[in-house]
């Protein structure tokens, strides 16, 4: 082959290899240039940068990116920005219907949609168990912004239902509430409006709407558009629904009721019932469970619960079979309201005035022998007498202490368990109550105590008896060994006045002295006033074949107002008489080992001793002195009651101030 030849091939192959080059030089260098045309980009396109937002959404799944995240017109290279990112959260542009309500609702400005559906991405369908919608979910999902109120509604009977027995039906948020058009309370198409929360309640519990709608005063009162009206939530809360027939909710529904009858709650918590309740009966009756609870009507329909023909078997669910006369018995009684039941009214003004009088009488004269005594102790004018070795009298005997002993344990068992029913608003009467057991504990101690009163009452009177008609004893009913009232302890009370007031010498005194002949007889007045009047409280059905039903009534606030009086004086005036007075201060042991220090007679009752001296009889009287153990056994004993009592005290009086600053 010639070298032309071969030149000419070399030099076509050359070119065609430049040609080549060029070609794919050119085509990359080229200046790029920008399409007008928006292609539709769909989610594969986008996925090699947004992995993390591949929509898994069932809903969403046909749309592709940009009919959301709109103004996007191609799709960068690999790790490169947007040249245009334009997002939108218009959600209406699909869902205008939806939209159209939450504009009006109560989230329209500060709740976007994905705050309770999640990201556009992963939005489920609301009736899926795994949606953020879900009826269990809502908890979460809600209480994000509304924490208080779902701390109540997983203490109610709803959340209950629907997380714990996985009651699908059981309401959650939204049923309630309503999904998209949530509007204020105030408005009366809101579903927590007054005016339509009976219908959404309704809806589940339609038995009960229509009871309530046809045989209820409640339900007439807002089928008739009264603003006052009580509603579901009136009564059972919005929230914090509890079980109602659970002890626990029953005992809150008085206080419900209060709310709207405010005269009707103030005498049932001045009643039993009322007074049991607050201390934590759940067994005893409450508003509901004589005016029924979705069927309450006044006293004058005959279809009430407490319509005359009918009581016999509302009470008789707690009381069986009952007499005409207890039928009578005021649950509401208001003894302060004469026009209703005069000798109620009468009998509350009696009471009162013995409380103010006794209570007026003794506290003066118990001051003023107090600043007499202190001065007399600070002159030196009488000796003060704990312990003595020397000869002693006795004064007692055995009996009476062992009588005594038992006395002063069932009083104080009586008035730790009387009491906090008296003051049932007192924090310290639900301390004493649950250390009783509650209030079926307390009941029960307090019975066992006034049978054992009983039991010691009728002990003495026997006494008495055998002493008086047996054994023909003289001076039981008269003279100076008697503890009946007489002239000489009036001349002996005023005479004492007057040396409280610096106007005359000490008056010396007998065996007795007026302020312990008044401790004595206010037993025998007190024991039977109370025990008759605790009787009839505790058998009422019993007692109200002979007495009306009234006498129900008088006999719970004597047995209330002589309780007071009984324990008032006991722990307050008695214990000054005999423990607290700075001549015995702070405890005199006599009663409990029945022997004076024979000084001390001489000095504090010395009539008594000069008669003694005079008949012969102070020879026979004298005995040894308490042992140490002796002593130290009654100390044990009296201190412990003393102080029980004047803490008994100290509850009486603070709970009296509070009631009075109340």
Known sequence: MSYCRIFGLTGLCCLGLLLAVGRA?????????????????????????????????????????????????QVPPPGMPHP?????????????????????????????CQSCHGTAHKVTDPKSLHSPLAPANQIHTCGKCHEKVMGGYLSSVHAKALLASGLASAPACTDCHGDHSMLPREDKASLESHDQVPEVCGKCHTGVLRTWKTRSAH?????????????????????????PTL???????????????????????????????????????????????????????????????????????????TTAAFLTFQPHNDPTNLGRTPMLY????????????VFGFFGLHDALWLQRALVGWVRGEFGVW??????????????????????????????????????????????????????????????????????????HLGLILVKALRKRERGLFWGPDSLVPQPRDFVEAARNLRYFLYLGPKPPSDRWSYWEKFDYMAVFWGIPIIGLSGLMVWFPGFFTRFVPGWALNAAYMVHSDEALLATGFIFVFHFFHTHLRPESFPLDPVIFTGRIPLERLKEERPLEYDRLVANNELEGRLVEAPTCDELATARIFGFTALTVGVLLAIGIFWAMIAQMWH
């Open 386 to 459: 704990h312990a003595s070795q020397g000869p002693h009298v006795r004064r007692f005997a055995r009996h009476y202490i062992w009588t005594h002993v038992v006395m002063v344990t069932t009083f104080l068992l009586l008035a730790a368990t009387g009491l906090p029913l008296k003051f049932h608003a007192a924090t310290w009467a639900h301390t004493l109550v649950g250390v009783f057991g509650g209030i079926e504990g307390t009941r029960l101690i307090h019975r066992v105590a006034a049978v054992a009163t009983f039991g010691y009452a009728f002990y």
């Open 219 to 243: 339900g007439k009162a807002w089928q008739n558009g009264d603003p006052k009206g009580p509603v579901c939530t009136t009564c059972h809360a919005a929230h914090s629904i509890g079980q």
């Open 25 to 73: 030089t050119g085509a990359t260098a080229q200046p790029t240039v920008q399409s007008t045309a928006q292609p539709a980009v769909q989610p594969i396109d986008c996925m090699a940068c947004h992995k993390a937002a591949a929509v898994t959404s069932p809903a969403h799944a046909k749309l592709g990116c940009t009919e959301c995240h709109e103004g996007i017109t």
């Open 84 to 112: 245009e990112k334009v997002t939108t959260d218009e959600c209406g542009d699909c869902h205008a219907r939806e939209a159209k309500k939450l504009s009006r609702s109560v989230h329209a400005k500060n709740t976007p």
């Open 247 to 321: 002890g626990s909710t029953r005992l809150g529904f008085p206080h419900e009721c209060g709310g709207c009858h405010g005269d009707r709650y103030t005498t049932y918590r001045g009643s039993f019932h009322g007074r049991a309740t607050d201390l934590g009966f759940q067994a005893s009756a409450i508003c509901s469970d004589c005016h029924t609870p979705h069927t309450e009507l006044p006293a004058s329909d005959p279809r009430s619960s407490i319509y005359p023909s009918n009581l016999a078997k509302t009470c008789g669910h707690c009381h069986g079979a």
């Open 346 to 357: 009468y009998i509350w003004i009696f009471m009162t005035a013995l409380l103010f009088g």
